[in-house]
Structure formats: structure tokens, C-alpha cells
């Protein structure tokens, strides 16, 4: 089960990872396709917001990685916790104020990965 869990742990990291490059980098290029609930004007006026958000998701995404590279169960076991604990819990606040589709694409990757953390 722990190598489930690396999976769904690097899987999730991949993911924000993503988000980053999508709302750093790609903002006003390819995310207009991927949130197309949007109005097209608003993300030019909006750049400087999701890179900064985009910023966050490469936070967690570092410490899930790092959580991957510590030596000591324990201790990757507690990192990768609250990590993923972070993740599920802006995942449930983005579902339920931004869009019920957050909670589905990022929240339920982790509540995953954190129910086989702990097997």
C-alpha cells in the first residue's frame, strides 16, 4: 500500500504542478480553455492573481514532493499529511465557492491519497 500511496501522493504533486504552469504561465494562453466558465476578458486583468495563485499550488506541490524524498517514515508520513491535508482543504473551499468541479479535480485526488497514507 505505501507505494499506492507514493503514486497518488507524486500524482497529486503532478497535478499542482500543472495548476502552476497554468495560472503562472499560461494564463491568458491555454487556461481560457480550461476555465471556460470565465468570462475571455477577465483573464488578462486577472494575470497577476492567478500567478500568485499559481504560486500557492507550487507550494504544495514541493512539499508533497518533499514529502516523497524524506528518508524517515515518520517523518514523510507527517509531511505528506499536512500537505495533502492543505490540499484537500482548498480543494473543499474552491468547491464551494468557486466551483463545484474543484472539489472533484483536486480534493478527491488527495482525500485519496491521504486514505492510503494511512494504510
Do not use: D
Amino acid at each position: 500500500m505505501e507505494i499506492i500511496a507514493k503514486i497518488l501522493i507524486a500524482l497529486v504533486a503532478i497535478e499542482h504542478c500543472y495548476i502552476l504552469w497554468l495560472e503562472m504561465f499560461a494564463w491568458t494562453t491555454k487556461a481560457p480553455k480550461v476555465f471556460k466558465s470565465l468570462n475571455k476578458e477577465l483573464f488578462e486583468p486577472t494575470k497577476a492573481l492567478a500567478a500568485n495563485q499559481g504560486l500557492y499550488n507550487g507550494f504544495l506541490a514541493a512539499g508533497l514532493v518533499w514529502s516523497l524524498l524524506i528518508e524517515n517514515h515518520a517523518w514523510s508520513l507527517y509531511v505528506a499529511v499536512f500537505f495533502l491535508s492543505c490540499v484537500i482543504i482548498a480543494g473543499i473551499y474552491g468547491g464551494l465557492t468557486a466551483g463545484k468541479r474543484i472539489f472533484y479535480v483536486q480534493a478527491v485526488p488527495a482525500i485519496l491519497a491521504l486514505i492510503a497514507v494511512h494504510f
